[in-house]
Structure formats: C-alpha cells, structure tokens
C-alpha cells in the first residue's frame, strides 16, 4: 500500500540524477554572476546527493555569455545553456527546468534580491511533506514605494479574478519536488504565468516569509512595459474572468432598460407624459443587453476553446492507495474454470 498523503516523499533516487537542481534565467547579469555563483555554491556545498546550478543565457548581449562559458569550464557542477534569442524570462526558466535533472528544483533570479540562503529552510520545509515551498516577500528593499503599491494592488486584484488561488506578493522564487516539475512541464503552453500554473497544479504549498534585498548590481529588466504586459498575461492566463464579462455588462444593461420601461409605463399610466428620450434610452440598453448576451454566449465556447488548447491534463492525483494484489498468484491458487468443457456438453 502506498504511503499517505500526509507523510513526507520518498527518499531520493540519487541514481538518476543530483539531489538539487538550481535553475536561474540569465539576461544582461554580467555584474551579478560571479557573486550569484559564489553565494549559490556556499549554500549548496552541503547538501547530501549533490547539486547542479543550470544558467540560462536568454540573449544577453553584454558578457553574460562568455561568462557563463568560464564558469562552466572551472565547476563542473554548473550548466550554461545559451538561448537562439532573447524569448523572455518566463520561457528562459522554462528552458532550464527542461536541462534540469535534480529531484528538487530552486527557481531564482540572478540578481540576488531572492536570497539563496534561504535554501537550508526551504529544504527543511520540503522534508516536512511539502511539494512547493515559495518565497512571500515581507519588505521589498530598494524599490519605488509606487511600486511596491501597484504591485499589492495587482496581486490582490489577480487573486480575486483567478479560477483558483495565487499567493499573494511572490515571484518564481521557489523550491518545487520532482513531481511538480514533471506536471509542470507537462503544459505545454507558449505564454506562461509559471507561478500562476504552480498553484493550479495544487499539493501542499508552504509560504517562507523573507524580506527582499535591492539588485546586488545592475539595471532592473522589469521597466512600467515589461511589468504591464506580465500582468496582463497574469490575468489572461489564470482568469476566464474577461470572457464573462459580456454576461454581466448585459445583465446589468438589461436591468437599466427594464427599468426605464417600467418608469415611462409608470408615468403614462398616472397621465403624465413620458418624456421623449425616456423610451430611446430604454430601447438602447435593452438592444445593448441583448447583444451583450450573445457575446457572453459566444464567450463560453471561447472559453472551453481556452481550455481545451491550453493542453493542462485534465485532473492531478497526489496519491493512490491501493490493496497490491499478485494477480498471478490468485489464479494459480483458483484457476479459473474450464468453458471448454461445458461448450462441448452442451454440442
């Protein structure tokens, strides 16, 4: 019988691959990545089963490359992977967790403001049972207080649109178990939200509460552009939200119309006159309504087309448990009876 749920995952097969992998998109990072290297090796020295620390060149086009290329030919522990072009953080880590062969995975930036030092704790808590264990940012060191605002105002917003629930005020930044690895990668959708589609996928999912550091160097790759258009594809991708939109704007457009014709009935029956604009503006949001219905109609079959092309499988099982049964050796204990025999009785 398998093991509950509740209970940690089994041990590591250090056979098929090191203990951890550290997965960490690259663009532009050439002030970082020597220190990136050093504290991210400090930390992981210890750990039992070994380690690999896979670096992702997403087009950079200062010496982020070349640099990569020397550390990868002083620690064999490090892998360069060099993207065609620049595809965008959200692909480049998607890359790297396709290079990655650790049975638990950190995801982190390179520009040090997730502190690597937090992966001991990390590693406790994913003893402990956990699947997915994220950072959740307490203060945020450096940053524009305008910022750090609409990024509250946008997690919270995202939480309240979502069909399922996304942790507030976290980033990538996290450890996640083989399974979820292999689940994520599983989807294979061109436009990712990766700490959107994490939390789809469910298990058990602890929250690390730390405070982020300021860029150890370097420019910000996240202008008002960039973090525009995550929040936008953030919306798209955990939302069906926008496509029942219509429904709502026409339910709200009928009700204002069937009002408006129960106040000019109203006045016409206590022998006033209705003014003339009254009956126009009923018509208008009554026809309104009706055609905002059918693009809430249209909608619906949008959405399972939404779904359906997302590819996400259909359901996640945590566990199974099970009575094992030695079918073969049930049936050498009471071998089945013999049809023939009663086939020919009966010819």
Known sequence: MSAPADQPPPPFDTGAGPCLSV???????EEVLPEFHRRVTTVCQGIPGGYELVLVDDGSTDRTWSILQTLAEHDPRVVAVKLARNHGQALALAAGLSACRGQRVLIIDADL?????????????????????YGQRRRRAGENPLKIWGASVFYRLLNWLADWPVPPDTGDFRLISRRVLELLQAMPEPRRFTRGMISWLGFRQVALPFDRAPRHGGQTKWPLRKRRRLAWEAIISCSTWPLRLPWRLGAVLGIVGLVLVVSAVAISGSGGSAPWFLGLLAAIALVGAAQFFVLGLLGEYLQRIHEQTRGRPLFVIETICRQAADTAAMYRQKPPPDTRSSDAATQ
């Open 23 to 29: 997965v960490a998109p690259c663009y532009n990072e």
């Open 113 to 133: 403001q997730d502190p690597p030092e937090l992966l001991p704790e990390m590693m406790r808590l994913m003893d402990g049972g956990a699947d997915v264990v």
